[in-house]
């Protein structure tokens, strides 16, 4: 006889904290956000809270209690919806995964008052240094180390930011002139199978990137991928005239 189907932690959460009929309290928007990155990452509950460093029934009790920390709260909603925010940029599952895994490490090691990292990390996500790419863009562009080691550098302490500091003194001699795309993905965006293995809409992303950045642009022509440089077959006629960023 097959045993009882349990209900999910998440669903008990919804009925036990009395949140169904406020859907707009803390605690239901905290059991939302963390429903929709179990969809996102196909990780069960115990595995997404695992990985998010939290304790899930402990947790949401924090959202439905009478005496409850309100700054920590609403710090753990910002940071959820941030990390819900990055992680729908990317297509499969494995690279969502990592979006999560490294929004956790950056929020671990920003430094400072717990309470401030998720807006000093968004604020981080969404700096473009002179005019380049935002860390949110080179998500969206499937470049998910490097998206995260440009926010840490941009969030001005902690051990994160020692880290890409000093990985940016290393490299800074031929910076200007790096390429945003990895040569290992521009393979993969000239293969068969680009939307099964980058994604489809990071693949669309990541090809009219390359119809207006000169640093990518060289890099394809040096590889002899000339015909990534003509693939506007693969946008849609209104994507042709908004170039993003160089």
Known sequence: MPEPRRGRPADAALVTLGVLNDLKSDAAQAVLLLGELRGLTKWSDETLCAQLHCDFDKWTQVGGADTKDEAALKHSLLFLTLVRDATQRVDLVADRRQVVNAAVELCHDAGGLVVERAPRMRDALEHAPAGDLTPFDLISLGEIGRAWRSAALHVRSGPA????????????????????????????????????????????????HLLFCPKCKRLAESMDLHELIRSEDLLDPDELSHPVAA
């Open 161 to 208: 930011y020692e880290r890409a500091a000093a990985a940016t003194r290393l490299t800074a001699p031929v910076a200007a002139q790096t390429a945003h795309l990895t040569p290992e993905r521009l393979l993969l965006l000239a293969g068969s199978k680009p939307k099964d293995l980058l994604g489809p809409n990071v693949s669309k992303h990541m090809a009219k």
